[in-house]
């Protein structure tokens, strides 16, 4: 407690409740301070490794961000959910800050020039799919995925066909490979705006007949207007692939993708600062998305005991919590005496099992079910942080 206390006292208008599951104590603390009172004992620092380049001095840290698109606006979202909030002065100014990141500069750009300029060393930290950076990274080292699944921006890069013709009893890669129509005169034509994953896909795959032709949209299109038999797309509902009578194929799906925060690896080894920033971006960002599958349930219980009514409780198996029920007596004054007969257990449920939590609270004698939304789980250190040191060889 000692330790977080200089945070407490600063804290003039208090908006969020913190609560460590596995010592059972709450505070309240100030919405601009609350990562400082989480992450103060885990700065790092900036290690001298061996890495070929240098890259350009600069003060600040850059973070590119898409500028238009799906991406933005679910981007600005899930930044604001964390408590970074970008202040962008005019939606055409491409410059922006985020007031809780002092030495962070927010560049917006399109998703493929913000990987391009990971690997040019003008941006250190970016937010685009994963589709993106594995385009137009194409393997690059340097690319580093900090966080794999911002829960955002779901799709997938999928092989598609006609439903109808040669292809109506087509229903696999091996299949379509497998066609007697495609010959080294007359190959497979496929359109695709990813000319770099289509080409090493295919010839992962074996497929050895076929040509690629590109546009930048409506793809879905372009088998029915003749100019190609297959598409390689994003496909996220499948309306588009379905309004177009084209269907995907068993094997054909090339990458799984959402949206990902990537990071420079010379930038965070040799830039002052980025990788304490990444730190705090990318423990808001696992705090905000792991709360954001769990529910707090509290709920009351008679009991003779603390002990005996954490038996109770952790006999059932949706009640175990993050690391075990929180047990606290409830006092009340009875004939004059203050006694503890009922006991409020506070424990994380997800979200998918809340039902079934809530039924087996009650059978175990629980009474007064509350379900409250939780807005940020923070653990000792996040494991995709162990990761990115070990991946940066510190
Ligand atoms: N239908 C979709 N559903 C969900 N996410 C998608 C879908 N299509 C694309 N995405 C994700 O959103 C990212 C940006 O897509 P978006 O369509 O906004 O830009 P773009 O296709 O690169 O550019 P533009 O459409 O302007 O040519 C993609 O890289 C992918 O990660
Ligand atoms: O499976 P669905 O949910 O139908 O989504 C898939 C469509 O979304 C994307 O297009 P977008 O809307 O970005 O248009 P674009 O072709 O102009 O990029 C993608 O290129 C597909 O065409
Ligand atoms: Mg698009």
Sequence with gaps: MSLLQPYFQQCAYPAFSIS??????????????????????SQTAIVDAPIDSKIAERDEIRLGLPSKGRMAADTLDLLKDCQLSVKQVNPRQYVAQIPQLSNLEVWFQRPKDIVRKLLSGDLDLGIVGLDTVSEYGQGNEDLIIVHDALEYGDCRLSL?????????????????????????EKPLRVATGFTYLGPKFMKEHGLKHVIFSTADGALEAAPAMGIADAILDLVSSGTTLR???????????VLESQAVLVASRKALIQRKGALDTTHEIL?????HLRALGQFTVTANMRGGSGE????????????????????CPVFCKRDGKVTA???AIVICVPKKALYKSVQQLRAIGGSGVLISPLTYIFDEETPRWRELLSKLGI
């Design 20 to 41: 460590f599951p596995s010592h059972s104590f709450y505070v309240s603390v100030s919405k601009r301070t609350f990562i400082s009172c989480c992450s103060s004992q």
């Design 160 to 184: 598609a066909i006609p439903k109808y013709g040669i292809f109506e009893n087509i229903n696999s890669l091996r299949e379509l490979a497998e066609m007697p129509e495609w010959t080294v």
């Design 243 to 253: 309004e177009n009578n084209l269907k995907e194929i068993e094997g054909g799906v």
């Design 283 to 287: 423990e808001r960002f696992e705090a």
């Design 308 to 327: 005996e009514v954490a038996e109770r409780v952790l006999s059932q198996p949706s009640l175990a919590g993050l690391q075990g029920p929180t047990v």
């Design 341 to 343: 007969d009922y006991y």
